[in-house]
C-alpha cells in the first residue's frame, strides 16, 4: 500500500470539495480543478477525503499517491496558500513591480520583464528579496524557478538568483602564478 496514498485528506470547515471525472477544491483563497488521474478512485465522507486504486498494477499504484498529493496540495492552497522566496544577490541587481509585470535588472544588457498572471502574487522587498505567492503550488514553483533560471547563482560568486537559503558551494578560482 502507498505510504502517501493511503492517507486520508482532512477537509477543514469552510473548503467544500466536489468529486466527479474532474475534482474541484473550493475554499476562502479561491477555487482549483483537477481531472482525476485514471486508475483510482476518490471518495468523501465525514469531512474526510480518501484514494482508493483499482489494483497493484504498477500504473495504478504511482497514480494512487499521485492523486493523493494534488488532492491534499489543493485544499491547503485553498486554505492556506504557498509561498516562494528567492533573493537577487549581485551588485546592481535589482526586482520591481510595475504593473503586471516583473523587471529585473541582473546584469544583462537589458531588463528582463516577466509578465505575472492574475493567479500569482509577487512581492518585492527592498529590491533585493522577492516572494512569489498563489494557491497553486505547481504554479508557484514553477514562476519562481523561471524567475531563478534568467540568471542561476554562479558558482564563483555567487551572484544571480537563488532561493532564500538555498546553499551555493563556491568554487576557487584560478590559482595564480608561484
Do not use: W
Not at 36 to 47: F, H, I, L, N, R
Amino acid at each position: 500500500m502507498s505510504r502517501i496514498g493511503r492517507l486520508p485528506i482532512p477537509v477543514p470547515s469552510g473548503v467544500t470539495v466536489t468529486l466527479g471525472d474532474t475534482i474541484s477544491v473550493k475554499g476562502p483563497k479561491g477555487q482549483l480543478s483537477r481531472v482525476k488521474v485514471a486508475g483510482v478512485d476518490v471518495a468523501q465522507s465525514d469531512g474526510v477525503v480518501t484514494v482508493t486504486r483499482h489494483s497493484e498494477h504498477r500504473t495504478h499504484k504511482a497514480a494512487h499517491g499521485l492523486m493523493r498529493a494534488l488532492i491534499n496540495n489543493m485544499v491547503l492552497g485553498v486554505t492556506a496558500g504557498f509561498e516562494k522566496k528567492l533573493e537577487i544577490i549581485g551588485v546592481g541587481y535589482k526586482a520591481e513591480v510595475k504593473g503586471q509585470e516583473l523587471v529585473l535588472n541582473l546584469g544583462y544588457s537589458h531588463q528582463i520583464r516577466h509578465a505575472i498572471p492574475k493567479s500569482i502574487k509577487i512581492v518585492v522587498d527592498k529590491g533585493n528579496k522577492l516572494s512569489v505567492s498563489g494557491i497553486d503550488k505547481e504554479e508557484v514553483g514553477q514562476h519562481a524557478a523561471v524567475i531563478r533560471g534568467y540568471r542561476a547563482p554562479d558558482s564563483y560568486k555567487g551572484k544571480g538568483v537563488r532561493y532564500a537559503g538555498e546553499y551555493i558551494r563556491l568554487k576557487a578560482g584560478k590559482a595564480g602564478k608561484a
